[in-house]
């Protein structure tokens, strides 16, 4: 059943991003104030990722598993792999 694939693919790629952002946190807080000095627009920026985030995470919740595409999958995966570089970049 490819669905099944799909759908465990993304939940596995969700968890990693969840596990990233747990591992990181402290050190993304430590890096948000000064950058936040630097680009005033960080904390909008931040507040946009997290509605976005959130809005993901109930839309993920009322998927129907039959209808995913692969090519949506993918854009996902490619969501969270920029997000979490964004985020890479920041803590660095």
Known sequence: ???AKV???LKQVLQE???FLD????SIRDAIGPLKSIVPQTGEALSAL???LGSLTDKISGIDV???AETIKQDIVTLLNDVTQTLQFINS
Not at 23 to 26: E, F, G, L, R
């Open 1 to 3: 059943m490819p669905e």
């Open 7 to 9: 759908y465990d693919d």
């Open 17 to 19: 991003f969840k596990d």
């Open 23 to 26: 591992t990181n946190k402290q």
């Open 50 to 52: 997290s509605g976005l």
């Open 66 to 68: 039959g209808s995913i």
